[in-house]
């Protein structure tokens, strides 16, 4: 039984061929295109709205140089956003679940932002190792311990996204068996289960959104740091 609750996670294969790639390109399909007219439909106004009121607070604290940022940082939100609503539907596949999937956008990005900080502000950055008036028996520990937490950044935007996504499935199906199972037995009680599982599921969209956008205002949080 506590096999079958991980299987969810499992990545699908298909003669052998692994489907991530079309768990991973099947979202952009779905997200309406700009049309030549010059008033657009209720759809594409409303994310247009949404794309332009994000990428303005997300660029607010930003300088004019990380302001190159906005299209990568609001694509990968809305792309994560996109991928964690349709993993909640049945008989999907979340590839958000995958901690590799998530270190593949955190390392990359992460690393770009410090890059950009030695290479145009060298001192800044690495200040930032050490804080101002430490006292001088502290500072050998202190860089080490900046320095390894600076490398945990991008562990940490992974673990983050996959932990939170992970559990709230495993929630899910736990309750949902719960249900299943206790459908014939205690009717009642079944259906006070049912009323939780329904609460959980609007939790669980809630959580797709704010780990989405958790993901990316850190990655703007560590640009600010560095341009």
Same mark, same amino acid.
């Given at each position: 039984?506590?096999?079958? =609750? @991980?299987?969810? @996670?499992?990545?699908?294969? =298909?003669?052998? &061929?692994?489907? &991530?790639?079309?768990?991973?390109?099947?979202?952009?399909?779905? @997200?309406?295109?700009?049309?030549?007219?010059?008033? /657009? /439909?209720?759809?594409?106004?409303?994310q247009t709205w949404f794309i332009n009121r994000f990428t303005n607070q997300l660029m607010t604290p930003l300088n004019v140089g990380g302001h190159k940022w906005a299209l990568l940082l609001t694509s990968l939100m809305v792309f994560l956003i996109t991928i964690n609503m349709l993993g909640l539907l049945p008989y999907t596949f979340t590839p958000t679940t995958q901690l590799s999937l998530n270190m593949g956008f955190?390392?990359?990005?992460?690393?770009?932002?410090? &890059?950009?900080?030695?290479? /145009?502000?060298?001192? &800044?950055?690495?200040?930032?190792?050490?804080?101002e008036g430490t006292p001088i028996p502290l500072i050998p520990v202190l860089i080490i311990i900046e320095t390894i937490s600076l490398f945990i950044r991008p562990l940490a935007l992974g673990v983050r996204l996959t932990a939170n996504l992970t559990a709230g499935h495993l929630l899910i199906q736990l309750i949902a068996t719960a249900v299943f199972v206790l459908m014939s037995m205690m009717p009642t009680v079944a259906i006070l289960t049912a009323a939780i599982l329904f609460l959980l599921t609007l939790l669980e969209v809630a959580v797709a959104m704010i780990q989405a956008y958790v993901f990316v205002l850190l990655l703007s949080l560590y640009l600010q740091e560095n341009v």
């Amino acid at each position: 039984m506590m096999t079958s =609750f @991980f299987d969810q @996670f499992a990545s699908p294969s =298909f003669l052998g &061929i692994p489907l &991530i790639a079309i768990a991973i390109t099947l979202p952009w399909m779905l @997200f309406p295109t700009s049309s030549p007219r010059w008033i /657009n /439909n209720r759809l594409i106004t409303t994310q247009t709205w949404f794309i332009n009121r994000f990428t303005n607070q997300l660029m607010t604290p930003l300088n004019v140089g990380g302001h190159k940022w906005a299209l990568l940082l609001t694509s990968l939100m809305v792309f994560l956003i996109t991928i964690n609503m349709l993993g909640l539907l049945p008989y999907t596949f979340t590839p958000t679940t995958q901690l590799s999937l998530n270190m593949g956008f955190a390392v990359p990005l992460w690393l770009a932002t410090v &890059i950009i900080g030695m290479r /145009n502000q060298p001192t &800044i950055a690495l200040g930032h190792l050490l804080p101002e008036g430490t006292p001088i028996p502290l500072i050998p520990v202190l860089i080490i311990i900046e320095t390894i937490s600076l490398f945990i950044r991008p562990l940490a935007l992974g673990v983050r996204l996959t932990a939170n996504l992970t559990a709230g499935h495993l929630l899910i199906q736990l309750i949902a068996t719960a249900v299943f199972v206790l459908m014939s037995m205690m009717p009642t009680v079944a259906i006070l289960t049912a009323a939780i599982l329904f609460l959980l599921t609007l939790l669980e969209v809630a959580v797709a959104m704010i780990q989405a956008y958790v993901f990316v205002l850190l990655l703007s949080l560590y640009l600010q740091e560095n341009v």
